[in-house]
């Protein structure tokens, strides 16, 4: 690929992304539409599962600890987007999940 069309494509994705952010800012949403007001409820779980979820299937590991540790996140992850915890707190008990079960793994194996 030679040089300006790295160029131009370089200019037309910051293009898009400006367009995209600057946006909301000239259009106003109505405030009592449900289907938004749900999409935008929405929207930071969506985003963070489709960045991270790939990651956790394929770094986990292979033994069946890691598989009981990949389900178990899961599962505490789902458990509490159900009882509508903030993303903060779902993000925070994770981690505290996985450093258990590292640190478990860590005395087993010593």
Do not use: C, Q, W
Request: proline content about 4%; cysteine-free.
């Amino acid at each position: 690929m030679s040089n300006s069309k790295i160029l131009l494509l370089i200019i037309t994705t910051s293009f898009i992304t400006v367009i995209l952010r600057t946006l909301p800012l000239f259009i106003k949403i109505p405030e009592k539409n449900y289907f938004i007001n749900k999409f935008f409820e929405a929207l930071p779980y969506s985003v963070l599962t489709l960045l991270i979820f790939p990651g956790i299937l394929t770094s986990g590991g292979t033994t069946s600890y890691d598989l009981l540790k990949i389900l178990f996140g899961i599962g505490v992850i789902t458990y509490l987007s159900f009882k509508k915890y903030g993303l903060g707190i779902i993000i925070l008990i994770s981690l505290i999940v996985i450093f258990v079960f590292d640190s478990i793994k860590i005395l087993l194996y010593k």
